[in-house]
């Protein structure tokens, strides 16, 4: 039996190994510069967007689509505005997180979440490469773009400390549930100005190969959605936020008596 356990023993190490090569591809060194990123392409991704957006309706009005001429003012002007009402929001998500600190008793659901998301990325970068070599470029982005969220999560679930989530002795089973179900919420609102401008990035290149393949004019209803949901994006976030956490709120208040007494 010793000898069994030394053997199983070894295999755990071999795996520890593998787990700590998967917490450095995700260091909170490599979010935060993903983090710093998204905000240095956001505005340069919108304006590329409001650009595109005048090009693909003025395209069409010179190809017989009279109305196009109106859109071709009005949609880039919507696009700004949106965009200037939902600028403050990012700061607003940012707050959110610093604001609403959640404890967990041990970092093990944590990890094995993390896992999971992590072997899920590569099954998605995996299809993602093979649609993008049978000519689907779109379906390609879209999923890569879910594996950049899960791989987001990952990142979060191996360094909490990013959430705002700290793993204590202290923290009751009551709490530990609040933190696990809240924890994709929290990712969510972290990551939400990379999520934004993956969005506004498909949309603008859906939009891009609509202006030089009129069979794919259509396309400009998935296209104009993609845009505008990922302008409205931390607006969207933080009113999700908001209206959840409010839940959470109450069932922290409760907790937070009983351990007072």
């Given at each position: 039996?010793?000898?069994?356990d030394?053997?199983?023993s ?7 190994v ?5 917490k450095k591809?995700?260091s909170?060194?490599?979010m935060?510069?993903l983090?710093d990123l998204?905000?240095k392409v956001?505005?340069t991704l919108i ?6 957006t ?6 069409y009005?010179?190809s017989g689509?009279?109305?196009?001429l ?7 002007v919507?696009i700004?505005i949106?965009?200037?009402l939902?600028k ?16 967990l ?7 094995f979440?993390a896992?999971?998301s ?6 998605l ?9 049978s000519?689907?470029?779109i379906?390609a982005?879209?999923f890569?773009l ?5 791989y ?9 400390s990013?959430l705002?989530i700290?793993v204590?002795?202290?923290s ?7 933190t696990i179900?809240?924890?994709y919420l929290?990712?969510f609102v ?14 603008a290149?859906t ?10 004019v ?9 845009i505008?949901s990922g302008?409205?994006f931390?607006i ?5 936020f908001?209206i959840?956490?409010f839940?959470?709120?109450?069932i922290?208040?409760i ?7």
């Amino acid at each position: 039996m010793e000898k069994i356990d030394q053997i199983l023993s070894n295999i755990y190490l071999k795996l520890d190994v593998v787990v700590n090569f998967l917490k450095k591809i995700t260091s909170i060194e490599l979010m935060t510069k993903l983090n710093d990123l998204s905000e240095k392409v956001h505005a340069t991704l919108i304006i590329s967007s409001v650009a595109l957006t005048f090009i693909f309706f003025l395209r069409y009005y010179f190809s017989g689509y009279d109305p196009f001429l109106a859109y071709a003012i009005t949609a880039p002007v919507g696009i700004i505005i949106l965009a200037y009402l939902s600028k403050d929001f990012h700061k607003a998500c940012s707050n959110l997180i610093s604001s609403n600190k959640t404890t967990l008793s041990n970092g093990a659901i944590l990890t094995f979440n993390a896992i999971l998301s992590l072997i899920a990325f590569f099954l998605l970068v995996l299809a993602g490469v093979a649609q993008l070599l049978s000519g689907e470029a779109i379906t390609a982005f879209t999923f890569m773009l879910y594996a950049l969220l899960l791989y987001m999560s990952a990142g979060t679930q191996f360094n909490p400390s990013l959430l705002n989530i700290e793993v204590t002795d202290n923290s009751s089973s009551g709490e530990d549930f609040v933190t696990i179900f809240s924890t994709y919420l929290k990712s969510f609102v972290y990551f939400e100005k990379i999520i934004s401008a993956a969005l506004i990035f498909v949309g603008a290149l859906t939009l891009l190969t609509t202006i030089f393949d009129s069979s794919k004019v259509f396309n400009m209803t998935w296209a104009f959605g993609l845009i505008t949901s990922g302008v409205a994006f931390p607006i969207l976030v933080y009113l999700t936020f908001t209206i959840l956490w409010f839940f959470n709120s109450i069932i922290l208040s409760i907790l937070s008596i009983g351990k007072s007494r």
